[in-house]
C-alpha cells in the first residue's frame, strides 16, 4: 500500500498540518488505526504542559498493584496526612488533600461522624421547634375549645 503526504486538521488549534506519507508508513507498522489529532507543535506543547499524561515507566503502583491489566489511569501522590506516597484516579491539583488509602478511610470515618453529629444536631433543632408549635396548638385549641364548650357564657 502506497502512502502520500495528507493534509490533516490539528483538533486543538485548528491549524493544517502534513500527515506525511513516512508517518503514515511508522503508524502503519505500530498497527495505529487512527490518524493523529494534533500537530507537531501542540503534541510537543501538550507533552510539556501535561507531564503526567505522558507515559511514565511502571516501576510503581499502577502495573505493580495490577499486573498491567487494568484500564484506569492512576496518579502518583503524596498523601497528605502521612505523606507516604500514593496512587488516585484524579489528577492532583493543589486545590484539594490527597490521601492514601489508610488515611482516607480515617479521615472519612472522622467526617462521617461530624455528619452524624450534625444531622442529630438538626434533628433535636426540628424536634424542639416542632414541640413548641405543638404546644401553641394545643394553648389554641385549648382556648378555642373553651369558648366552643360554654357558647352561653358569652
Ligand atoms: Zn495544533
Ligand atoms: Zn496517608
Known sequence: MAFTDRELNCRDCGAA??????????YATKGLQHDPVRCPACRTQRKMMRPEDREEIPH?????????RTPRQLHVASCAQCG???EVPFVPRGDRPVYCSNCYNDVRTKQEERDAAEAEAAAARIAAAAAQTAERDQERQEH???????????
Open 84 to 86: 507516604q506516597t500514593t
Open 144 to 154: 378555642v375549645g373553651a369558648v366552643v364548650a360554654d357558647p352561653e357564657a358569652l
Open 60 to 68: 510503581f503502583g499502577v502495573y505493580a498493584s495490577y499486573g498491567g
Open 17 to 26: 498540518f502534513i500527515f506525511t506519507a513516512g508517518e503514515q508508513e511508522f
